[in-house]
Nanobody
């Protein structure tokens, strides 16, 4: 069973940058579609970015051009590089892994494994 542990969250001013990391254990990330979701208070969990098991990239419109996802199979780690952060990016960010069809990659309901989340707060 895959375990995912996120880190790198924190408090940052608007316009700043953060890099989130998600370290996997209990298995290798290679066969998984790896994703980042976020959830703000009072809102549903939403898709942010994904890197499929066959190398495809998927980015939410709200973060396109500012966020980037990557994976390091040697370190068994997935990253979310976040630039030009805005107050509306404030949320708990979750790492996710799944093996289902790529068409479901933006759906939090089809995720097989979740991390515990890391808080990102962007001040104005």
């Amino acid at each position: 069973q895959l375990q995912l542990v996120e880190s790198g969250g924190g408090l940052v001013q608007a316009g700043g940058s953060l890099r989130l990391s998600c370290v996997a254990s209990g298995g290798y990330i290679e066969p998984y579609h790896m994703s980042w979701f976020r959830q703000a208070p009072g809102k549903e969990r939403e898709f942010v970015a994904a890197h499929s098991s066959i190398g495809g990239y998927y980015i939410a419109d709200s973060v396109r051009g500012r966020f980037d996802i990557s994976r390091d199979i040697v370190k068994n780690t997935v990253y979310l590089e976040m630039n030009i952060l805005k107050p509306e990016d404030t949320a708990v960010y979750y790492c996710a892994a799944e093996t289902g069809p790529i068409r479901n990659i933006r759906n939090p309901g089809t995720v097989d494994y979740w991390g515990q989340g890391t808080q990102v707060t962007v001040s104005s």
